[in-house]
């Protein structure tokens, strides 16, 4: 069984990254610059935002962290995002969710504007995403992308389950798969049999968020594992799929923790790249 070793993968990823932004530096005498906003005190936020902040700096990127007290107006941020869009300095605007309860997470999707959104929430990038036209897409989706081609370049024909249908993670990651040439079932809470459905799968994609859900029966030989789920339990972090059952059974399987987390992170700074280049003319 491979091992998708996903801190390597985003390691190689990041120096591929830092050379690519020498040479914009060369080139257009500036770097790309992304900005996070982080409302409130949640810890996982507060870490999930320094990690992309040091992973930002080593990369050569200009990077800034705008931080709100949990009781800020809605009105501030979105004024903010105003003036970040017109900031020339600013290729990237990402705010941490979640948010509190009276700020409305829609709302501020919809203020940054589309050329800067670089998680790829924007309803303008989900529907550019879906026509298969140039977007920024969701960093989470995107790492796993890279992974699954990391094992199989050519994934024309090959049948893909998606479990769980979230706007962040199964819906982009069945568009990406798609334009692979993919035949992609995307499954659900209410799907009847998703045993059944997995045991068709050569690549699995689970996003669900219910620990050790994937059985090692449910995943033929040669298949791909992907798992994306962050679960916290009695016996630590644990993903979405059962490691130790589909080990024995999968042609690939990433690991949690060490697996799409760290791949995460760097597509968010290849997302800064990629929207920082789209307005050089
Ligand atoms: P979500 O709660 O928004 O969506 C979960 C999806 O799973 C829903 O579409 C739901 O229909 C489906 N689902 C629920 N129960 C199911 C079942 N029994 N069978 C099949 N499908 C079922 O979750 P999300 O935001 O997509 O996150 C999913 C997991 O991924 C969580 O554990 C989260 O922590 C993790 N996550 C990891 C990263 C990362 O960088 N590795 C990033 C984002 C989220």
Same mark, same amino acid.
């Given at each position: 069984?491979?091992?998708?070793d996903?801190?390597?993968?985003?390691?190689?990823?990041r120096?591929?990254l830092?050379?690519?932004?020498?040479?914009?530096? $060369?080139?257009?005498n500036?770097?790309?610059g992304?900005t996070?906003i982080?409302?409130?005190d949640l &810890?996982?936020s507060?870490? !999930?935002?320094?990690?992309?902040?040091?992973? $930002?700096n080593?990369?050569?990127?200009k990077s800034?962290v705008?931080?709100y007290?949990?009781s800020?107006?809605e009105?501030t941020?979105?004024?903010?995002?105003?003036?970040?869009n017109k900031?020339e300095?600013?290729?990237?605007?990402?705010?941490?969710?979640?948010?509190?309860?009276?700020?409305?997470?829609?709302?501020?999707i919809?203020t940054?504007?589309?050329?800067?959104?670089?998680?790829?929430f924007?309803?303008t990038?989900?529907?550019?995403?879906?026509?298969g !036209?140039e977007?920024?897409?969701?960093?989470t989706?995107?790492?796993? !992308?890279?992974?699954?081609?990391?094992v199989?370049?050519?994934?024309?024909?090959?049948?893909?389950?998606?479990?769980?249908r979230?706007?962040?993670?199964?819906?982009?990651? &069945?568009?990406?798969l798609?334009?692979?040439?993919?035949?992609?079932?995307?499954?659900?809470?209410?799907t009847?049999?998703?045993?059944?459905?997995?045991?068709e799968a050569d690549?699995?994609?689970?996003?669900?968020?219910?620990?050790?859900?994937?059985?090692?029966?449910?995943?033929?030989?040669?298949?791909?594992?992907?798992?994306?789920?962050?679960?916290k339990t009695?016996?630590?972090?644990?993903?979405d799929?059962?490691?130790?059952e589909?080990?024995?059974?999968a042609?690939a399987?990433?690991?949690v923790?060490?697996g799409?987390?760290?791949?995460?992170?760097?597509?968010?700074?290849?997302?800064t790249?990629?929207?920082?280049k789209?307005?050089?003319i």
């Amino acid at each position: 069984m491979i091992l998708i070793d996903g801190k390597k993968a985003a390691a190689e990823l990041r120096q591929e990254l830092k050379h690519e932004v020498t040479g914009l530096k $060369a080139k257009y005498n500036k770097v790309p610059g992304l900005t996070v906003i982080l409302i409130g005190d949640l &810890t996982p936020s507060q870490i !999930y935002v320094r990690n992309k902040e040091k992973s $930002a700096n080593e990369v050569g990127l200009k990077s800034e962290v705008i931080k709100y007290p949990d009781s800020v107006e809605e009105k501030t941020v979105l004024e903010k995002i105003k003036e970040l869009n017109k900031d020339e300095t600013v290729s990237g605007i990402l705010v941490q969710l979640p948010l509190p309860k009276h700020i409305d997470k829609q709302k501020v999707i919809e203020t940054i504007l589309p050329s800067k959104d670089v998680d790829g929430f924007h309803p303008t990038n989900v529907g550019n995403l879906s026509s298969g !036209y140039e977007s920024s897409v969701p960093c989470t989706p995107l790492g796993c !992308y890279l992974l699954i081609k990391k094992v199989e370049p050519n994934l024309n024909g090959k049948k893909a389950v998606i479990v769980g249908r979230s706007n962040l993670n199964g819906k982009p990651m &069945t568009q990406l798969l798609l334009k692979e040439n993919c035949t992609v079932t995307i499954t659900h809470s209410k799907t009847k049999d998703l045993k059944a459905e997995c045991l068709e799968a050569d690549i699995i994609v689970a996003a669900v968020g219910i620990p050790e859900l994937v059985k090692g029966d449910w995943v033929k030989k040669d298949t791909i594992v992907i798992d994306v789920g962050i679960n916290k339990t009695d016996k630590g972090i644990v993903g979405d799929v059962d490691f130790d059952e589909v080990s024995k059974n999968a042609k690939a399987l990433t690991p949690v923790p060490g697996g799409v987390g760290p791949m995460t992170i760097a597509c968010l700074l290849k997302n800064t790249i990629e929207c920082f280049k789209r307005t050089q003319i």
